[in-house]
């Protein structure tokens, strides 16, 4: 069974950039399409990007378009997703998610395998 951790939430300030990690040390994720979700206090789990199991294709939600980044590097067996001018409304708990030879997309049902969660708090 996979098992996914994030880390590298935390405070930033509107307009501040951070970066998430996600990595695993049972499979390579050169199996696995990686999406990435976030779900703020009181509202609906939703997903931000995702990027194949290739690594060659990234699909991202309007509400991120320009601003995040899903990037892999196979050779640490870890995904990114660096997020650059971040807005209030970016805070939450985001969470990466693993489909075993997916396509990529944005919905949390085609995942199957599920991080923990690291917060992301943007606040001044």
């Known amino acids: 069974q996979l098992q996914l951790v994030e880390s590298g939430g935390g405070l930033v300030q509107p307009g501040g950039s951070l970066t998430l990690s996600c990595a695993t040390s049972?499979?390579?994720?050169?199996?696995?399409?990686i999406g990435w979700f976030r779900q703020a206090p009181g509202k609906e789990r939703e997903g931000v990007a995702s990027?194949?199991?290739?690594?060659?294709?990234?699909v991202y939600a309007d509400a991120v378009k320009g601003r995040f980044t899903a990037s892999r590097d196979n050779g640490k067996n870890t995904d990114y997703l660096r997020m650059n001018d971040l807005k209030p409304e970016d805070t939450a708990v985001y969470y990466c998610?693993?489909?075993?030879?997916?396509?990529?997309?944005?919905?949390?049902?085609?995942?199957?395998?599920w991080g923990q969660g690291t917060q992301v708090t943007v606040s001044s």
């Open positions: 049972q499979y390579t994720l050169e199996y696995y399409t």
């Open positions: 998610a693993g489909d075993l030879f997916g396509e990529p997309g944005l919905s949390s049902t085609k995942y199957e395998y």
């Open positions: 990027i194949s199991h290739s690594g060659g294709t990234a």
